[in-house]
């Protein structure tokens, strides 16, 4: 079974550009969640989604950000403009509504702003 | 307020020698589930175990054990006879039952030399 698949793995930019990462969850699971992971802060949640449906964007870190899921198997997490300090490993997971049920991540992509 | 905590920032050991990972959480909910992440040099975040608050048995798999005791909050991780390959950074969280977030201690990085 393929598990979370996230593009790109790597992605360099010039600040002020537009950045997309993406990412296929787990078929049949209907939550998503999008991380950032830094030195300085370790992992972070950034949006959360149940049944494509945006429920906690508390995480995200400003309006630079923005994150959608138009369908089951699709999400994306866009930033614009990039700036230095976004540099980082998102990373998505998904896993199914059962509380019992565990997130499973991507291998992320990890993003250099130049 | 939930909180994890994983006091090791960092640990050295020779192969074959046995390792404890130590995992302290605080929670006021009366049930929730316990984590254990594996995050490799190459970057991805792989699941180890998921404990449920009401199943306090220990765990063996293989060289891996987890010791859960929910009178010290505790959700230790033992590797017996170490191998270069189990060198990674060990992410215990905690997520309450029911609940969507996951929260993630710091991490516990892993040497394991020749």
């Given amino acids: ?114 | 307020a939930q909180k994890v905590t994983q006091a090791q920032t960092e640990i050295s050991v020779v192969e074959k020698e046995d390792v404890t990972l130590d995992c302290v959480y605080e929670t006021r909910d009366t049930t929730y589930y316990l984590f254990w992440y594996k995050q490799p040099p190459s970057g991805e975040l792989v699941f180890l175990i998921r404990r449920n608050s009401f199943d306090e048995q220990n765990e063996i798999s293989g060289r891996y054990s987890w010791n859960f005791q929910k009178s010290t909050s505790s959700f230790n991780f033992t590797i017996t006879a170490s191998q270069v390959v189990d060198s990674a950074v060990y992410f215990c969280a905690l997520r309450r039952t029911g609940g969507f977030k996951t929260i993630f201690g710091a991490g516990t990085r892993l040497f394991v030399k020749a």
């Fill in chain 1, 1 to 114: 079974d393929a598990g979370v698949i996230q593009s790109p793995r790597h992605e360099v930019t010039e600040m002020g550009q537009e950045v997309t990462l993406r990412c296929k969850p787990i078929s049949g699971h209907n939550s998503l969640f999008w991380y950032r992971q830094t030195m300085m802060r370790g992992l972070e949640l950034l949006i959360y989604f149940n049944n494509n449906v945006p429920i906690d964007d508390s995480g995200m870190p400003e309006d630079r950000f923005s994150a959608k899921m138009p369908n089951a198997s699709f999400s994306t997490l866009k930033i614009q403009p990039s700036e230095p300090r976004d540099s980082a490993v998102y990373f998505c997971a998904s896993r199914t509504r059962e509380s019992t049920d565990t997130q499973y991540f991507g291998p992320g992509t990890r993003l250099t702003v130049l």
